[in-house]
């Protein structure tokens, strides 16, 4: 019975992941078979700390957060736990040997979010390394199913494409950072500038290098994760595409968004052009 106990806290970890993000569940599926349950064990916990140091406003957040960690490294040492989110995590990082630092680094950039409100440039790049090149480099782990050729040769993308993902993420959600969490990530808005049309090419032009840094490497995956991973990369590719032209100004005062039709037709768009082999 121990295995569908397991089970079932890698599934209430997919409930979690479709309940807070239809782009990713979408991608997912997209995964073979035996891939989607570690990405969805992976998800949970990333998204669960997450929601500690960004929603939980009327709680320790810093005991919260403590006691998640904590309890994190008993789950990976121990092999199970009673906290379904952090048993289904366990079971991925003991199944494809994920690199302990990997976790240490998510979990310090967690920490920043409780202190940190405005970040130079070497912060930057340290947070953005925790909270998103390391899931990246995570997630690589269980697309190589543990071979670590592949994943060494691969690295590079894998962070490429977590930063991409992220930054795409504080570009759209900077409005809502500032008023609601008063933070700004950019370290460019850290030192004087408005965010202006001026600074927000600046803030484009790092973030389509770092699409483009990721490409080559999405396809050189396996064929159980290239898809899939290909179907992520469009959609945050459609939601930059968007988010460039629309004025600095309105980002300020709106939140972009891809609906679901629009998702949808990114999914049959790369469907038809990786069946075609045109990507």
Request: net charge neutral; aromatic share 14%; proline share 2%.
């Amino acid at each position: 019975m121990m295995s569908l106990y397991h089970q079932t806290n890698l599934d209430c970890s997919r409930l979690i992941t479709r309940a807070y993000s239809t782009s990713f569940s979408m991608g997912i599926m997209a995964f073979d078979k035996k891939l989607r349950s570690p990405i969805y064990g992976i998800y949970g916990f990333v998204r669960y700390a997450d929601e500690i140091v960004d929603t939980f406003h009327d709680y320790d957040k810093q005991a919260l957060l403590e006691e998640f960690k904590t309890e994190t490294w008993k789950a990976i040492d121990r092999k199970i736990s009673l906290n379904p989110v952090l048993d289904s995590f366990q079971q991925v990082v003991n199944a494809f040997n994920i690199d302990r630092s990997l976790i240490e680094a998510f979990l310090h950039s967690m920490e920043m979010d409780l202190s940190e409100t405005a970040y130079n440039s070497e912060m930057y790049q340290e947070y953005i390394y925790g909270s998103a090149e390391v899931v990246g480099l995570m997630c690589l782990k269980v697309f190589c199913e543990g071979k670590e050729e592949p994943y060494q040769k691969l690295k590079g993308a894998a962070r490429a494409l977590g930063a991409a993902f992220q930054k795409v993420n504080f570009l759209r959600d900077i409005r809502d950072d500032y008023q609601t969490r008063g933070r700004t990530y950019f370290p460019e808005l850290n030192l004087g500038m408005k965010f202006d049309a001026e600074s927000k090419v600046l803030i484009e032009k790092d973030i389509e290098a770092d699409f483009q840094a990721a490409y080559e490497g999405i396809l050189q995956l396996p064929n159980s994760s290239k898809f899939g991973v290909l179907t992520a990369y469009w959609f945050y590719k459609n939601l930059f595409s968007k988010i460039r032209k629309t004025r600095a100004d309105e980002i300020l005062n709106k939140r972009i968004r891809i609906n679901n039709f629009e998702k949808a037709a990114v999914l049959a768009g790369v469907m038809v052009r990786y069946r075609l082999n045109l990507i």
